[in-house]
T-cell receptor
Framework: GENVEQHPSTLSVQEGDSAVIKCTYS??????FPWYKQELGKGPQLIID?????GEKKDQRIAVTLNKTAKHFSLHITETQPEDSAVYFC????????????FGQGTILTVHP | DTEVTQTPKHLVMGMTNKKSLKCEQH?????MYWYKQKAKKPPELMFV???????INESVPSRFSPECPNSSLLNLHLHALQPEDSALYLC??????????????FGPGTRLTVL
């Protein structure tokens, strides 16, 4: 089945800096890669996703890049704000694990004012 | 509107109790999911319902019993739980069960504590 590795496990930045979180996946058949943000006491919220026919997608301060050859994808947050502080999970789907999102282990992002 | 609602928000139960978790969505989604999430870990898939039928059971103990009464509702019946079952239980839904890459939308979760 699919395996997703996520790095780093914790990331601390100053307000206004950029933050980058990286994920690698093992199943070359996976073709859908969502990113979720989870704040304390809440459920995961989809913030951006990318499909394998696209190399990059941007939504305001958030961007995701995908390299299918290397089987890795990354989340980029620019001009970070304290409200960006949360746990971020990458995930992969569409491969051999039917109906299943395979999550990375999560990154705790802290943005210091 | 991409809202999935879950009740209750918090639940404390003893090991001999029977309780139920409820999930609701009105987006017309035909796939619904139960996940379990322990602290500082990613969500773990428990069950998937496709068109109101159970399609995936990730080898979950029988003390967890899912039910999908209609296309908008998903229940998780709990009986004789163990303290290690304490966790955040998340419900999610997606539009088309035939699409392996369909976006899943999560509810806020029920925080369960088993004493």
């Amino acid at each position: 089945g699919e395996n997703v590795e996520q790095h780093p496990s914790t990331l601390s930045v100053q307000e206004g800096d950029s933050a980058v979180i990286k994920c690698t996946y093992s199943d070359s058949a996976s073709n859908y890669f969502p990113w979720y943000k989870q704040e304390l006491g809440k459920g995961p919220q989809l913030i951006i996703d990318i499909r394998s026919n696209v190399g990059e997608k941007k939504d305001q301060r958030i961007a995701v890049t995908l390299n299918k050859t290397a089987k890795h994808f990354s989340l980029h947050i620019t001009e970070t704000q304290p409200e960006d502080s949360a746990v971020y999970f990458c995930a992969a789907a569409g491969g051999t694990s039917y109906g299943k999102l395979t999550f990375g282990q999560g990154t705790i992002l802290t943005v210091h004012p | 509107d991409t809202e999935v609602t879950q009740t209750p928000k918090h639940l404390v139960m003893g090991m001999t109790n029977k309780k139920s978790l409820k999930c609701e969505q009105h987006m017309g989604h035909r796939a619904m999911y139960w996940y379990k999430q322990k602290a500082k870990k990613p969500p773990e898939l428990m069950f998937v319902y496709s068109y109101e039928k159970l399609s995936i059971n990730e080898s979950v103990p029988s003390r967890f019993s899912p039910e999908c009464p209609n296309s908008s509702l998903l229940n998780l019946h709990l009986h004789a739980l163990q303290p290690e079952d304490s966790a955040l239980y998340l419900c999610a839904s997606s539009q088309d069960p035939r699409d392996r890459t369909d976006t899943q939308y999560f509810g806020p979760g029920t925080r369960l504590t088993v004493l």
